[in-house]
């Protein structure tokens, strides 16, 4: 007859302070609530590993310089930033796209110039001009959201949409 009050090395009570994790891990998992994207996995790993110098793009070749507050030029390579919209600045439809275009370009000069950054694709490659579609991000968070945390971008919702 076995002794039933006789417990394993792994017996329940080793398991206890791991228990509630693995719990909330099969539960996320279960609901479809966990994700590993990689995003995340830049943040955890800090794997932002390109970087340039960037200026304003202006007459002459194009090899790292900012078009505007969605569009730069990488290593000569034209990449729009796929999660957001911004102003247009050449031209502009009214004023006061020309002031956010403006703010938005800068704003987004000063980021990409800020450290090492993470290019991520998307679904689809390139759009219909032949950019290719990129989520700027650095640490795991997309620099597009900054621009739309301070006024200066929107989310990208496919087509374009007036700013006056």
């Known amino acids: ?20 994790l693995s719990l909330m891990l099969s539960a996320a998992t279960f609901w479809g609530v966990w994700t590993l994207s990689a995003v995340a996995t830049n943040a955890a790993t800090g794997s932002d590993t390109e970087s340039a110098a960037f200026s304003i793009c202006g007459q002459g070749p194009r090899t790292n310089c900012i078009v505007d507050g969605d569009t730069l030029y990488y290593q000569g390579v034209k990449i729009r930033i796929a999660d957001i919209d911004t102003p247009e600045t050449n031209p502009p439809r009214c004023a006061e796209e020309g002031r ?51 006024g200066l971008a929107r989310w990208y919702q496919g087509g374009r949409r007036p700013w006056c």
């Open 1 to 20: 007859m076995r002794n039933s009050t006789k417990r394993s090395s792994t017996g329940l009570s080793d398991l206890k302070p791991i228990l509630p």
């Open 100 to 150: 956010l275009g403006k703010a938005a370009t800068q704003r987004l000069l000063q980021l990409a110039n800020a450290g090492p950054f993470t290019l991520q694709t998307i679904d689809r490659d390139e759009d219909r001009y032949g950019r290719k579609l990129r989520v700027l991000t650095r640490g795991g968070q997309s620099l597009g959201k900054i621009l739309v945390d301070e």
